[in-house]
């Protein structure tokens, strides 16, 4: 009897445990941070304050705008618009042989009111990338662009060179510098102001928001201006 009343207590205590420790799961859950978002795609409809966007990977997210949300245009520019001093901010995949700097997917050009946003350099999101030969097969579907792991850099141009059509810019951040490959053909666009009516459905965007549960909350949304898919 006595053994019987041990394994009895020894089931009761493994019981509690196990519930013990869904329990904090679940709180660990719910007290989960809010993870920041960044969204792809072309604007369904727009309603009071929540925008529905078609993402790029064909999911569909509704997004609500707050006061304090920002809303700008990306506007088509040239690399003959970065000048030393210019505050830019540029997406880039590792240069194709070590050594080789990173070379940019695209260049944001900030208006000098937002000079010093998002400063630094960090890893990125997988962006599309059509340059370079690949092993192949026969596949016959939907085209879908290869993507590769990127980083950003948001910094101010401190010199550079020509290279083959191109330029390398100098980027310095933070009393640092990196060295980033802009080749021809290199998506260029610059930020400008904006207000809320350019968010029209059948706009392409890029969107910051966060998400808490089911919840996305935009911080920024970034219109491409005249059909202008934002390249970042």
Not at 19 to 36: E, F, K, N, R, S
Not at 50 to 75: D, F, N, W
Not at 109 to 128: K, Q, S, V
Not at 150 to 166: D, K
Request: hydrophobic share 40%.
């Amino acid at each position: 009897m006595p053994l019987l009343r041990t394994m009895s207590r020894l089931r009761t205590i493994a019981a509690a445990s196990v519930t013990l420790a869904a329990g904090i799961a679940a709180v660990g859950t719910a007290w989960a941070a809010p993870q920041v978002e960044r969204l792809r795609g072309t604007i369904e409809r727009v309603e009071a304050d929540t925008v529905t966007i078609r993402t790029r990977a064909g999911t569909v997210e509704a997004i609500r705008l707050g006061p304090g949300t920002r809303v700008a245009q990306l506007a088509p520019a040239s690399l003959d618009q970065v000048k030393d001093g210019s505050f830019i901010g540029t997406a880039a995949k590792a240069g194709e042989k070590p050594g080789d700097p990173p070379v940019a997917l695209e260049v944001l050009i900030f208006p000098e009111a937002m000079r010093g946003t998002g400063e630094g350099h960090y890893p990125w999101d997988r962006l599309p990338d059509g340059a370079g030969p690949v092993e192949t097969s026969m596949t016959n579907g939907t085209v879908k662009v290869p993507e590769v792991e990127t980083s950003m850099t948001n910094g101010t141009v401190a010199g550079g060179s020509s290279v083959g059509g191109g330029r390398t810019l100098t980027v310095s951040y933070k009393g640092q510098s990196l060295a980033v490959a802009v080749r021809p053909g290199t998506p260029i666009v610059m930020l400008e102001p904006a207000d809320r009516t350019v968010l029209v459905p059948g706009a392409k965007v890029f969107a910051s928001a966060v998400r808490d549960g089911e919840r996305l909350d935009a911080r920024s949304i970034s219109v491409g201006k005249d059909g202008l898919t934002p390249p970042m």
